[in-house]
């Protein structure tokens, strides 16, 4: 059964990878192009609760999407953010980081924070197709890292 914040972030239908812990979601307000919300399954509000596979499984997860995302998106850096102030479950934003802009299909976004802090402000929720779209090759493409 999701947890209030997976559902927050449009679990199932913004699933994109699905791990025995872990799900990756894409964010419903694009910060950057690529832009993934990483949850736990578990209902852990503090990142010590977690159980040990979930920790474990981490390392394979960040290797999934940091291959995946650099192939999609070609970002030059990465950003985990966990900040679980308003949702409680154990999650992190994960936001590709580049200067510029960078398209995948229709979707164009720029990083306005580069080089600094993302800017959490300024998200953009893309219209529906292109949401879909945008969800169905990063989860077509997804690369598994072993």
Avoid at 29 to 55: E, R, Y
Avoid at 112 to 132: I, K, N
Wanted: hydrophobic letters at 45%; one cysteine or more; glycine letters at 8%.
């Amino acid at each position: 059964m999701p947890n209030a914040t997976m559902v927050k972030f449009g679990f199932p239908s913004t699933l994109v990878r699905d791990y025995e812990h872990w799900v990756v979601l894409l964010r419903p307000a694009q910060v950057t192009l690529g832009s993934l919300i990483l949850a736990a399954k578990s209902d852990a509000i503090a990142f010590g609760q977690l159980p040990p596979g979930a920790h474990a499984e981490l390392a394979v997860i960040t290797k999934d999407i940091e291959a995946t995302l650099l192939a999609e998106i070609g970002y030059e850096k990465i950003n985990y953010l966990m900040l679980m102030m308003v949702d409680p479950h154990v999650h992190f934003h994960v936001f590709p980081r580049y200067e510029g802009c960078r398209t995948v299909g229709n979707v164009r976004l720029n990083d306005a924070g580069w080089p600094g802090q993302p800017d959490l402000g300024g998200s953009t929720t893309l219209p529906d197709d292109e949401f879909a779209a945008l969800q169905s090759r990063i989860s077509r493409n997804w690369l598994t890292v072993r």
